[in-house]
């Protein structure tokens, strides 16, 4: 569905940007691949390894709307990938984050619907769901915001969804990459801050699939979340070094013991590997998310079940992990 289309991603020059582009350009012929991001040097040292004819680099941030309305100019699908994510960082400078992840988010929505955009999907983080930190409360913001865009588009073809998914193995800022800079420079042990603590885990290969299906799937208005394996962390630390002793060193500001990608109380549909959050408020045209637009068919379970890193059926050895992280 790719073929011949103009395709652009906000924060392009992320991890995620470049295993999208990667995989788009080894899969499909795209007209045009636009990577939207506000910092030159990134967008510099991709077009190095992705130069093809297709490859469009535009400096911009999502927070100037009149930059974002012009790069969406004749674009048919947007992936939403911008974003402050640092924990720590979005509790020091809060309004930054909003003006990222907020507003920044209604900008893409306006040039999106001024634009006539076909498709859009925005990537969403486990930590907008019961958000305890102000980054998951602006992502959550950022959802409510794209999902309701759904019923201001009056007559025209634009559709928006949300992808939501747990920690990506091997991203920048996450705990793999952290934990083997320590045992790569001698560290003694390894911190871990609560024994019992549990993550789900995704590769970004998996990840950025994921999003690639759900352009398929969607109907507009859908949290979509994949059925995703958890992790101790202190398997996981074992997992890269077998002999390192570990230290506690207790929860950090903003941070859960388990992460959460769906609560108790939204309603969801399951299908074979993945849910959908379905909206909570009624949109102008009638959308039945038991079958996707696929004709694919999900079972509707209501409200009551929620999905977190504890109660997950699935689970990752130790020996499991470390194929995942070679494969990266």
């Not at 995989?23 to 636009?34: C, D, E, R, S, V």
């Not at 506690?248 to 849910?275: F, L, N, Q, S, W």
């Not at 694919?296 to 470390?322: R, V």
Request: proline residues 4%; glycine residues 6%; aromatic residues 10%.
């Amino acid at each position: 569905m790719f073929n011949n289309k103009n395709i652009l991603i906000t924060g392009g020059t992320g991890s995620f940007g470049k295993k999208y582009t990667e995989m788009i350009l080894a899969k499909y012929k795209p007209n045009k691949i636009i990577i939207f991001s506000r910092d030159e040097l990134k967008q510099y040292e991709m077009a190095q390894s992705f130069n093809d004819d297709c490859m469009r680099y535009f400096i911009g941030d999502v927070r100037d709307a009149q930059r974002v309305e012009y790069a969406m100019d004749g674009v048919d699908y947007v992936i939403h990938a911008a974003a402050l994510k640092h924990v720590p960082a979005a509790e020091y400078n809060p309004t930054e984050c909003i003006k990222t992840n907020i507003d920044g988010a209604q900008n893409v929505i306006n040039a999106a619907i001024k634009n006539e955009v076909e498709k859009v999907i925005a990537l969403s983080t486990d930590k907008a769901s019961s958000p305890i930190n102000l980054y998951g409360a602006t992502k959550l913001a950022s959802d409510k915001l794209f999902i309701a865009a759904n019923n201001i588009v009056g007559k025209r073809k634009t559709r928006f969804a949300v992808v939501r998914y747990g920690n990506v193995v091997g991203s920048r800022g996450s705990v793999v990459p952290f934990f083997k800079n320590l045992i790569e420079t001698g560290a003694s042990e390894l911190p871990i801050t609560d024994a019992d603590m549990t993550r789900f885990l995704i590769t970004l290969k998996d990840g950025v699939q994921f999003v690639l299906n759900n352009f398929e799937r969607m109907h507009g208005g859908e949290i979509f979340i994949p059925k995703i394996p958890s992790m101790k962390m202190t398997d996981l630390a074992k997992a890269l070094a077998p002999n390192l002793p570990h230290k506690i060193i207790g929860i950090r500001p903003g941070e859960k013991m388990h992460e959460v990608m769906i609560t108790a109380d939204d309603r969801v549909v399951e299908y074979e590997t993945y849910y959908v959050i379905t909206p909570t408020i009624q949109f102008n045209h009638h959308v039945d998310y038991t079958a996707n637009a696929l004709g694919e068919e999900g079972k509707d379970i209501g409200i009551g079940f929620e999905y977190n890193s504890l109660n997950n059926t699935q689970w990752i050895s130790k020996k499991e992990f470390l194929a995942m992280e070679q494969s990266l």
